[in-house]
Structures are given as structure tokens and as C-alpha cells.
């Protein structure tokens, strides 16, 4: 079945860490995004990538960074230089780049203890 | 029952009753609208969308409504059910503006 793949579903650093998140779709979808999610708010968009090897910021980059080698695959890094990396985040694809619908991940707990 | 969805209250509902999901969008320029619904501890699903060259669209139990003038969308759930409790939340996008802009979203709690 296709779809996207988060892993892990949680995890846990130290501060001072950097951490990477995995996402995988096998929908063969051109954009990749990255999204974070905390409690009463709505989504954040961090990275977002409509084709291979080509990434742009989101509202809120500062302290993450991604990589797009392969169409498959956007792996997020939360750096220690993010200040609160406690969050969900939620990895989405499209078939276009222009934000129509999204297909979204089962997202990752990040705790930073 | 109704609920406005840029912040997130709880909207709670009687199983069997239909219910009305508010948002307000801020772009007169955005021309198309989703909405999503997201279960708890998982990624958001989509539900519907519409262009704004509609005013209603139906789908399965679910209508959605756009208001162009007062920039209102919502989305109505017909004979609400025990697993319609989750999160929904609203999105518009701008035609030359390829990011989607997400409101707040609101919670729907479905009492049976």
C-alpha cells in the first residue's frame, strides 16, 4: 500500500542534541513538506521541497535543516540551535507543488528532557 | 450544534445530530479551501476541498460551504458519529502563493 512513513513515533534527547526524523512516501509525489504541530495551534510549515535535491524554508526554518537526495525521502534535523524542539511533527507530500492535498504522515513525538 | 474554528474551542454533539464546523479566512485572494480532519496522535486526513468558483460542495456525510463575501467556510458533518470526534481543521490557499495557510482548528467531541 502506498503512503508516508514517520519513524520514529517518538523520541526523546537530550539538550545539546541534534536528532534527525525520518519520512518515506512510496506515492512517488514530486513535494515533500515539513510541518510542526503544538497543542491549540494550528500547523507550522518548517521545509518544504517540490523536487529533488531543491528545498525552501518555511515560516519557521530557524534551528531545523533537510536534505532531498532522493525523491523518496526528507529527512528533518532539529539542531540543538532550536530553542523548544518539543513538538509533533508532521512529514506531508503532494502530487503537485502547489499545495493542493496533502497526504500526511503519522507524525513523531519529539521530548526533549 | 456550531463553533467558530480560529482558536480551538470544543464543539460537543449528540451522536445523530449534524454539526457545523466554522472558520474564518483571512485572504480575499485565496481560492482554495480543504479541510482536514485530524484523530488524535495522528497526521491530519483530508476531508473535502472546494474552489472558489463554488459555493457548496457534498461528499460522503460531509458538505462544505464557502462564503466568499464574508470570507466564511464551514464544513458540515450529517448524523455525526462516535468516530467524527478528532480535530478539524481549516486551510485556504492563494493561487500564486504555493504554501497552504492553516487555521487554528477545532475540536469536535461526539457524545453518545
Known amino acids: 500500500d502506498g503512503g508516508i512513513t514517520q519513524s520514529p513515533k517518538y523520541l526523546f534527547r537530550k539538550e545539546g542534541q541534534n536528532v534527525t526524523l525520518s519520512c518515506e512516501q512510496n506515492?512517488?509525489?514530486?513535494?515533500m513538506y515539513w510541518y510542526r504541530q503544538d497543542p491549540g495551534q494550528g500547523l507550522r510549515l518548517i521545509y518544504y521541497s517540490q523536487i529533488v535535491n531543491d528545498f525552501q524554508k518555511g515560516d519557521i526554518a530557524e534551528g531545523y535543516s533537510v536534505s532531498r537526495e532522493k525523491k523518496e525521502s526528507f529527512p528533518l534535523t532539529v539542531t540543538s540551535a532550536q530553542k523548544n524542539p518539543t513538538a509533533f511533527y508532521l512529514c506531508?507530500?503532494?502530487?503537485?507543488?502547489?499545495?493542493?492535498?496533502?497526504?500526511f504522515g503519522e507524525g513523531s513525538r519529539l521530548t526533549v528532557l | 450544534g456550531e463553533s467558530v474554528g480560529l482558536h480551538l474551542p470544543t464543539l460537543s454533539v449528540q451522536e445523530g445530530d449534524n454539526s457545523i464546523i466554522n472558520c474564518a479566512y483571512s485572504?480575499?485572494?485565496?481560492?482554495?479551501f480543504i479541510w482536514y480532519k485530524q484523530e488524535s496522535g495522528k497526521g491530519p486526513q483530508f476531508i473535502i476541498d472546494i474552489r472558489s468558483n463554488m459555493d457548496k460542495r457534498q461528499g460522503q456525510r460531509v458538505t462544505v460551504l464557502l462564503n466568499k463575501t464574508v470570507k466564511h467556510l464551514s464544513l458540515q458533518i450529517a448524523a455525526t458519529q462516535p468516530g467524527d470526534s478528532a480535530v478539524y481543521f481549516c486551510a485556504e490557499k492563494a493561487g500564486n502563493n504555493r504554501k497552504l495557510i492553516w487555521g487554528l482548528g477545532t475540536s469536535l467531541a461526539v457524545n453518545p
Open positions: 506531508a507530500s503532494s502530487i503537485r507543488g502547489a499545495g493542493g492535498e496533502l497526504f
Open positions: 485572504n480575499s485572494a485565496s481560492d482554495y
Open positions: 506515492l512517488n509525489h514530486d513535494a
